[in-house]
């Protein structure tokens, strides 16, 4: 599994372990890419200001996910993104 330190090249369709704002932006940066869309058209599509996406590919963390990470944390448990199928 990829950590937001390893490249896609090397396996494009590894799930990402998701530990910080970073690792999460890095999973967000990198789908967005394989899916051939800006982050401009991405906002759209999701209905977010693209200012949001680009902290967010970039780490910057909210305190929602701050406090989020830290229940996981100390419940020792870790979210992980992988490519759906559908």
Known sequence: MKTS????????DAPFRIYTAGSLGAAVKHYRQQAGLSQAALAE??????TYLSDLERGKETEQLRRLLRVLRHLRVRITLQKADW
């Open 45 to 50: 599509r999701s209905g977010l200001n693209r």
């Open 5 to 12: 330190s390893d490249t896609s090249a090397a396996n494009p």
